[in-house]
């Protein structure tokens, strides 16, 4: 049994990067252990930067709700003692991981949380998906899903959801017991071509 434990993050934020000045508008995090789900952590956060209404169409969170949100020194302080050393999952990562980095410097903080990414790994390991948008594959594979796809909490859970099955698949397909955030952390940089080949060779290595 695979006791390790990854903090599982999203964002929503008011645009696509932190280097346009774009910041966070929510945060959700699960800590997942055993295929579980054993604490959450989500809040708004008023960054001050304005959301545009495109972003509030897909979203669903308003101007008026962030004006209202804990500052989001506060929510990043929190978020980042909640997470502290934990390896890190993420849908499209690189997204998650540029807000995760840009929040936490304008607090001087930093995070040596490795992320691991389930849409890289999916297109590895799912390479028949239409595409490997978040929504797809929890359709594709009928995961759970609760609530309003795009709010941070329920991408969330379905990235949990998904990390669950990608690491069950893997160890199925493959025959290794320890499926862990290392390990995929390597599979997500190898090509489509590579992947058998490396994980039969970690399978024997076992």
């Known amino acids: 049994m ?3 434990t ?7 934020t008011t645009g696509l990067s932190p280097n346009d000045g774009d910041r966070a508008t ?9 295929g579980q789900v054993i604490d959450r952590f989500q809040s708004l956060m008023n960054a001050g930067r304005r959301i545009p209404a495109e972003v509030t169409q897909i979203t669903g969170i308003t101007n008026a709700m962030i004006a209202a949100a804990p500052p989001v020194a506060k929510v990043m302080r929190d978020a980042c003692k909640f997470v502290g050393n934990t390896p890190v999952v993420a849908h499209n990562a690189s997204f998650d991981k ?18 691991a990414c389930t849409m890289l790994l999916s ?9 490997h948008r978040l929504a797809t594959l929890v359709r594709l594979l009928g995961l759970p899903q609760s609530g ?33 955030h290392a390990l995929l952390t390597r599979v997500q940089k190898v090509t489509r071509a590579q992947m058998p080949v490396f994980l039969k060779t970690c399978a024997c290595s076992a």
């Open 2 to 4: 695979n006791t390790e």
């Open 6 to 12: 990854v903090a599982v993050l999203d964002f929503e």
């Open 26 to 34: 929510e945060i959700a995090i699960t800590l997942l252990r055993n």
């Open 98 to 115: 540029k807000f995760w980095e840009a929040e936490l410097a304008y607090l001087s903080l930093s995070s040596a949380s490795e992320f």
């Open 123 to 131: 297109r590895r390991i799912y390479p028949n998906s239409p595409n």
């Open 148 to 180: 309003r796809a795009h709010r941070a909490m329920v991408d969330a859970e379905m990235t949990s959801h998904l990390w669950c099955r990608i690491q069950q698949d893997v160890a199925k397909t493959y025959h290794i017991q320890a499926v862990n």
